[in-house]
């Protein structure tokens, strides 16, 4: 069974003003990496080197600009537009050629992940060869997200998008495994009183089916929405913290490639020497 990612990274980032006026925001810093390099390497650390960027016609090429082709990363990466934002699924419709017959992981360009056992809760995650996969995480809240109820046993009871009275705390967060049927439900999918297709329908689709699993995130584990300027400033001060304190980059694509053998020495001292002025590049050369 095969594995393709997806990485939404489209919209406008109206809440981001002006900051994001003429840059995407999932290339903005948060701290010493560009945004999108987080979600990048979440699908890198769940084994997948297929990957599709879905972006606005305004911003492809500064991705293409930046990552390129995926090569220096160990991975293969193309591009499709995505004219309108009209819902999260729509990524799916896009991508419906892309993906073929193969399972897909979608994750959010603005979302950033970290904990222990993470890789773990991946791997797990990619062992449902027919199914969903979606990640649970408690908040303060829950009225901004995708909530998520559950019986006595943990059963998924319901899923309501953004609703007036949550009946749990659990929020989905923005990282989702769908089986090769993704594109053929999101096409099903009617609009929402907000005139997109949603997530959570889709979602409930696999949980009408009795195909959807849900893994929650323990407390020790964070994840971050980065889509405010607060949630923009407490991601980098994270990041900074952990990076300064362990001595470890977090979303080191060309460490996640070196480690996986995707690439070999040569072309991590290559990239190393392109960013030599940099505490990134520093970082680089103290792998080999």
């Known amino acids: ?15 981001l003003h002006p900051l994001t006026y003429s840059v995407s925001k999932q290339i903005l810093p948060i701290y010493d990496k560009p945004m999108i390099y987080y979600p990048l390497s979440v699908l890198m650390l769940a084994g997948i080197r297929d990957i599709l960027i879905v972006t606005t016609p305004h911003d492809l090429n500064s991705f293409q600009k930046l990552l390129g082709d995926g090569s220096s990363f160990g991975v293969n990466i193309e591009y499709k537009e995505q004219s309108n934002p009209d819902g999260l699924p729509q990524a799916f419709i896009i991508a419906e050629e892309f993906i073929g017959e193969d399972n897909v992981c979608m994750i959010l360009g603005d979302n950033v992940f970290y904990g222990e056992g993470f890789n773990n809760l991946l791997s797990q995650a990619s062992l449902v060869k027919d199914g969903a996969t979606i990640f649970g995480y408690k908040v303060n809240h ?5 909530v998520i109820e559950f019986d006595d046993s943990n059963k998924v009871m319901s899923i309501e ?59 020790g584990f964070t994840w971050l929405d980065t889509g405010t300027h607060d ?19 977090i979303a080191c694509l060309e460490e996640i490639a070196y480690n996986h053998n995707w690439i070999d020495k040569g072309s991590l001292e290559k990239s190393a020497k392109r960013m030599m002025n940099s505490e990134y590049g520093k970082y680089l050369e103290s792998l080999f």
Do not use: C
């Open 1 to 15: 069974m095969k594995w393709k990612g997806i990485i939404l990274a489209g919209g406008t980032g109206t809440r």
């Open 142 to 146: 829950p009225e901004h997200y995708g």
């Open 161 to 219: 998008e953004k609703p007036l009275e949550p009946k749990s705390n659990i929020a989905i967060t923005g990282l989702y495994f769908f089986d090769r049927h993704a594109a053929e439900y999101s096409k099903q999918l009617m609009p929402s009183s907000r005139g997109e297709i949603e997530i959570t329908d889709l979602i409930k689709t696999y949980m009408e089916k009795d195909q959807l699993f849900v893994q929650n995130f323990g407390r």
């Open 231 to 249: 949630n923009l400033m407490e991601a980098a001060q994270f990041v900074q913290i952990m990076e300064r304190r362990q001595g470890i980059k």
